[in-house]
C-alpha cells in the first residue's frame, strides 16, 4: 500500500522507523541511479558507525520502561521490593543512566569507475547528524568540511523535522524538508529545494565530473517505494499525531488532509 502523502511521510521520522527507513532510501536511491551512471561510474553505499545519545523523548519512546518511572524533583522514583526479610537496604532511589547507541549511517558515494575518485557524496541525514554538540554531530560537521574542501560535489537530504538544519551562510528559508547541493566547482554557491510537508519531493540532479551532464534522481520516486515495499502502512498509526509534533499550521494541513483520505 502507497503512503496516502504527495511527499515525505511525516510518520516516518518516528525513532522506531526511522533508522530501517533510512537504510532502506540510501540503498534505494543506489538502485535508481546505477543504470543511469553506469559505465563511466558506479554507485556503492559506505557504511560507518556513530556513537549516538537520543534525547530524553526519542529515549522514552525507544525505552518505554523508562517513561513509566514517576518523577519527583529531577529524581527517578519506584516502588522498591520489600527486602527486610533478609536485611537488604533498598536502594532510596532509582535513576537513569545516560545511554549511547551506536546508530548506523550510510552514505552513497558515486565513484569514477577507471581511478575510484569520489565524485559525489549522497547524504541522507539522520538524527545522530542534527544533534547539536553530540558526538554525530560534531563528526558529520567534520566530514562535511572535509568534502567541502575537496572537489566533490555534495548532496545532503534533509527529510527530519527535528534537530539543527545544514550551516549555509544565510538563513535557509522556512520549510519542514531540504535537498541542498553543492557542486565542487560552483563552492561556496548551492542550490537550495524547500519543501513544505504538503509538497511532492523533487527530481534532483546529481551532478558527475565534466563534461558528462548530470543524471536524475527522482527523491520523491524513491521514497515511494521504499515505504511500499516495507509496507510502513502496518507500522504506521495515522490517527495519532507524528513524532516529532508539528506546527499548528501543518497539523491542521495534516488533520484534513487524513480525514480526505478516510485514515480519521
Not at 504527495?6 to 535508481?32: K, N, V
Not at 520502561?65 to 516502588?79: F, L, N, P, Q
Not at 547539536?132 to 534533509?158: C, F, Q, T, W
Request: aromatic fraction near 6%; charge should be negative.
Amino acid at each position: 500500500m502507497p503512503s496516502p502523502f504527495p511527499g515525505m511521510d511525516p510518520y516516518l521520522e518516528h525513532p522506531t522507523l526511522w533508522q530501517d527507513f533510512h537504510s532502506d532510501l540510501c540503498a534505494q536511491i543506489r538502485t535508481q541511479l546505477a543504470p543511469r551512471l553506469r559505465p563511466k561510474y558506479m554507485a556503492r553505499l559506505a557504511t560507518h558507525f556513530l556513537a549516538d545519545r537520543p534525547d530524553e523523548e526519542e529515549i522514552q519512546i525507544l525505552y518505554p520502561d523508562v517513561g513509566v518511572i514517576a518523577r519527583a524533583h529531577g529524581i527517578v522514583r519506584e516502588a522498591q521490593p520489600a527486602y527486610a526479610e533478609i536485611g537488604v537496604m533498598p536502594a532510596p532511589v532509582e535513576n537513569a543512566v545516560t545511554v549511547r547507541l551506536q546508530t548506523k549511517q550510510v552514505t552513497i558515494e558515486i565513484r569514477e569507475v577507471a581511478t575510484h575518485r569520489l565524485v559525489t557524496a549522497i547524504e541522507v541525514l539522520s538524527p545522530v547528524n542534527k544533534r547539536v554538540n553530540s558526538p554525530g554531530y560534531l563528526e558529520y560537521r567534520r566530514k562535511r568540511e572535509m568534502l567541502l574542501l575537496s572537489d566533490a560535489h555534495v548532496l545532503e537530504i534533509d527529510l527530519l523535522r527535528k534537530g539543527a538544519r545544514v550551516e549555509t551562510l544565510h538563513p535557509l528559508p522556512p520549510a519542514a524538508y531540504y535537498v541542498i547541493l553543492s557542486r565542487g566547482n560552483r563552492r561556496p554557491i548551492c542550490e537550495v529545494w524547500p519543501i513544505q510537508l504538503k509538497d511532492r519531493l523533487p527530481v534532483v540532479p546529481v551532478p558527475l565530473l565534466k563534461p558528462d551532464p548530470d543524471v536524475p534522481l527522482d527523491l520523491g520516486a524513491a521514497v515511494a517505494t521504499v515505504y511500499d515495499h516495507a509496507a510502513y502502512d502496518l507500522s504506521v498509526d495515522y490517527r495519532r499525531a507524528p513524532v516529532p509534533a508539528l506546527a499548528e499550521a501543518d497539523a491542521q494541513w495534516l488533520d484534513e488532509f487524513l480525514r480526505e483520505k478516510g485514515l480519521r
